[in-house]
């Protein structure tokens, strides 16, 4: 799908801002993809996909607390989000949190994040995450990036 022509004509649709966010990190693309969840966000705030989505790609920035932070603050208003909840527990195991990492991981019912194939494929999470939740499966520890 062409979003930046839903965008020329709807240029304050969060979903399209999210779509084309989604289409550019999709490519790997992170730094690009950013601002336009951000923009999404901003149009709507309570789009929890766009922030769920802004915080992967945070994450995936190295802007780890912020994502976290995000992490976090979408669990508390949607406990059972899964996306959320396996993203914030691979986070935790890459910082060598591993009790509340496998605290939050417990929580997560969507038998989907067990594998690495669709999380990178289908819902396109980041290797910075990915790669950390497959280190949690595998109960290994993720090397320390400065």
Known sequence: ADYRAVLAAQP???AAWNNLGNATAGKGLWEEAAP???????????FSFAQANLALTN????????????MRSLLRRYPEF?????????ALWADGLEDQAENAW???EDPRYR????LRAQRRW???????LDALLAIRSVPQQS
């Open 115 to 118: 594998d690495g194939a669709w």
């Open 126 to 132: 980041p290797p910075a995450l990915a790669d950390a």
């Open 36 to 46: 336009y969840y951000g923009h999404a966000v901003a149009l709507a705030p309570e």
């Open 12 to 14: 304050e649709d969060p």
């Open 106 to 108: 417990l929580r997560v």
């Open 82 to 90: 899964p996306d959320m909840r396996a993203a914030l527990a691979a």
């Open 59 to 70: 994450y995936q920035l190295g802007k780890r607390n912020e994502a976290i932070k995000s």
